[in-house]
């Protein structure tokens, strides 16, 4: 089992910078991929970026060039800095982890980006 407890969320203005963290305690020394995903109302969850063990990144597009994400894991955190928000990045954002073939989630932290 891995329990992942997120932390970072807020409401901010369009243009301005939130840091997300994911700590992650249990079975973290199995964890592969770390990633984040978010959801806004009505819409389906979506990747937004993972990270491997190894440092690979992977982005969804809308996000390249203004998120990075990045991965501690001697601490077992992930992080996502997220740089010229924009209102369409207004979601709840969830931490997720792989371990082999089992997904485990965060309870999720709020972004409102206000135009």
């Known amino acids: 089992q891995v329990q992942l407890v997120e932390s970072g969320g807020g409401l901010v203005q369009t243009g301005e910078s939130l840091r997300l963290s994911c700590a992650a305690s249990?079975?973290?020394?199995?964890?592969?991929?770390m990633g984040w995903y978010r959801q806004a109302p009505g819409n389906q969850r979506e990747l937004v970026a993972s990270?491997?063990?190894?440092?690979?990144?992977n982005y969804v597009d809308s996000v390249k060039g203004r998120f990075t994400i990045s991965r501690d894991n001697a601490k077992n955190t992930v992080y996502l800095q997220m740089s010229s928000l924009r209102s369409e990045d207004t979601a709840v954002y969830y931490c997720?982890?792989?371990?082999?073939?089992?997904?485990?989630w965060g309870q999720g932290t709020q972004v409102t980006v206000s135009t």
């Open positions: 990270i491997t063990r190894d440092g690979n990144r």
């Open positions: 997720n982890a792989r371990v082999f073939t089992l997904n485990f």
């Open positions: 249990g079975s973290s020394a199995s964890i592969a991929t």
